[in-house]
């Protein structure tokens, strides 16, 4: 595996998500698109740091519809995970946490405030969740997208409210300060997330 900066595979990726957003259908989309046309001029070189995530991306490939933007678009990320800067926003200081989840998730980004892409706008990559992982109901002052490439989770969105099952191809948008969470189903969930608004790399606050 390469332990360098690989800018080409940024590009690629980076064109992918672009392409990706701009002909996405759905029109919970819209008000994302022109931020992430325009996301800004800047690239840094981000070394590859691995995990588990990364793993469990490349076999939740088998899990995406064929022939669609979302199996595309995973084939990217799982083409040049390697190269990826695989993070997490959570440590075991974060009590509503699992074990589980944090040996279990974490994401990529390719547009954000600490690049590869630098935005001061956007925020874009995708999340990786282990089968049966719980993401505990959270909230932010940045506005998201999230559409799932594959798998599946039952979703809570809004305090108190129910769960309910997303799949592969569904789109959720999530308001500002909007509490969230869900629980992986038995198969892990690859997600494509989009923020904007608010500090960029601002840290959810559990609920
Ligand atoms: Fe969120």
Do not use: C
Not at 105 to 124: C, D, H, L, N, W
Not at 173 to 183: A, K, Q, Y
């Amino acid at each position: 595996m390469s332990a360098e900066v690989d800018r080409a595979a940024d590009q690629r990726l980076l064109d992918a998500t672009l392409a990706y957003v701009a002909k996405h259908p759905d029109s919970k989309l819209d008000g994302f698109r022109d931020a992430v046309a325009n996301w800004g001029h800047d690239w840094t070189g981000i070394a590859p740091v691995h995990l588990t995530a990364s793993d469990l991306l490349a076999e939740a490939l088998a899990l995406t519809k064929p022939a669609t933007g979302e199996q595309e678009l995973m084939d990217h990320y799982v083409r040049e995970r390697a190269s990826r800067y695989w993070e997490q926003s959570y440590t075991s200081a974060d009590k509503a946490v699992g074990d589980d989840m944090l040996t279990y998730y974490g994401y990529t980004e390719i547009v954000g405030k600490r690049g590869p892409f630098i935005s001061e706008r956007v925020r874009a990559g995708i999340g990786v969740f282990g089968a049966n992982v719980n993401y505990p109901a959270h909230r932010h002052a940045a506005e998201e997208i999230y559409v799932i490439l594959a798998g599946s989770a039952d979703f809570r969105l809004g305090e108190g409210a129910g769960p309910e099952r997303r799949t592969a191809g569904d789109v959720i948008n999530i308001p500002s300060m909007l509490t969230h969470g869900f629980r992986m189903t038995d198969e892990p969930l690859v997600i494509f997330y989009l923020w904007q608004g608010g500090d960029l790399r601002e840290k959810s606050s559990f609920v």
